[in-house]
């Protein structure tokens, strides 16, 4: 499964950044690089089957201590 | 950034099926059993004030979006903070949004395939979409929306020999709160959700169009909604709080003669439809808030990124579809709250303010 993923990737690489470094797009480079790094660990953490703690968990308690119910 | 342009019938068409989005999916005001279009109606007036407030917002500052707008109004350092808040819930409710779609199609249609793949197919599209900009996505809304009328009509008219007008008594029998509550709950999920609009409605044509916009989005949006919603309970009866679909159960019942059979594969297609066009319009809210806050010249380098994360962060959401379920009835209306009401309220007194501010001194 992994492989698909850093097959899909590096076909992103290629196809985005290479054309954002040669136009010397400096800011959107370095933004894209890390959102390219998060969401490159997210998937390969998701490819081998590790569980992502939600977020939806949390903010559900932390309204049930507001709200109180 | 480039001046794109929308009509304002291009804008209703877009506000429009963005309300219908997932709402036509899960369904609402379930808490209020065979009230819930009641509290649809309810939930409707509810919302009258606060679009108000949009749209007021929007026609101070012309031209516009929200984030400028957030810059403005509370200066540089704080505007970035609240923008990126508003970054978050775009995000959040796309994810959202791609989420109820996964679970509807691995429930109901393809229940051998991960649920990835689809939500993985609607967020590629959605990126394209965002890709192209906003003028293609209001076009394409305006494209949708009669198809959407269309269905909706026809399933309608094919459903009247399984209604049975019974259902809908005893009107209000336990009192109240159950509506009050459900109102609450259809105020925040599908209304108020249009706060995201303020980032989108730059470019109309004139100072009052924003008014016309929101109301008749919310008028016809919300006509539909009640239909759909009173035909489900004439259809379903007290099963409507207990299923997670209840349009496409209520769809699936029906069948006339032998032949005309499954004609909920038609509805799905509007679901299809909606969630695309709410995600895109989510995806593109938080690619213009990501370009803004980093002071990016255009929002079309992050789209895919953007996407990608979206499509995994509603993959790790929820465990399962009961969570889900939980969570969009019982805890999102209280989490949307401060994004719906608190803080666009707080930006149209400081706007009323700043405006008063600004006039006086030139009269």
Known sequence: MFVLVLIAYTILVIFEFIPLYKQKLWRDFWVNIVLLIFSFSIAMLLSFGVKIPSPANPIKDAITSIIGK | MQKEQITDKEAICLITIFIL????????????????????????????????????VLSLYPGKDLYEILNLVFGKGIGKLVSIL?????????????????????????????????????????????NLGVEVIARTSAFFLPVTLFIILTVLLLGIPKLHFNYLKPILSQGFSPVLKGGFSVFSFPFAETVLFIA?????????????????GLLLAGTIIVIVTIRNILILG???????????????????????????????????????????VCLLVTCKGIARVFNLDNYNSVTIQTGLLMIYFSQILYDSIMDMQNWAFTVYQYYAFPFQVVIPVIVWIFAEIKKKKMHIPSS
């Not at chain 2, 959202?96 to 393809?110: A, H, K, P, S, Y």
């Not at chain 2, 989108?200 to 008749?216: A, E, G, M, Q």
């Not at chain 2, 099963?239 to 019942?253: M, N």
């Not at chain 2, 003669?257 to 709410?278: D, W, Y």
């Open chain 2, 21 to 56: 989005g997932s709402t036509l999916i899960i369904g609402i005001g379930g808490i209020a059993k065979n009230d819930a279009w009641i509290a649809v109606t309810v939930g409707i007036i509810f919302s009258i004030p606060i679009l108000l407030i949009y749209s007021r």
């Open chain 2, 238 to 280: 007290g099963l409507l709080g207990k299923l997670y679909f209840p349009s496409h159960a209520a769809v699936s019942l029906i069948n006339l003669g032998n032949f005309l059979q499954r004609i909920e594969v038609a509805v799905a297609l509007v679901f299809a439809m909606g969630s695309f066009i709410k995600t895109s």
């Open chain 2, 200 to 216: 989108v409605f730059f470019s109309l044509k004139t100072k009052k169009s924003p008014y016309k916009v929101y109301f008749s």
């Open chain 2, 86 to 130: 508003y970054i978050w819930y775009s995000f959040h409710l796309g994810a959202l949004v791609i989420r109820n779609f996964g679970e509807f199609i691995n429930t109901v249609t393809m229940t051998k395939t991960p649920m990835f793949v689809p939500m993985l197919c609607l967020g590629l599209v959605c990126v394209v979409a965002v």
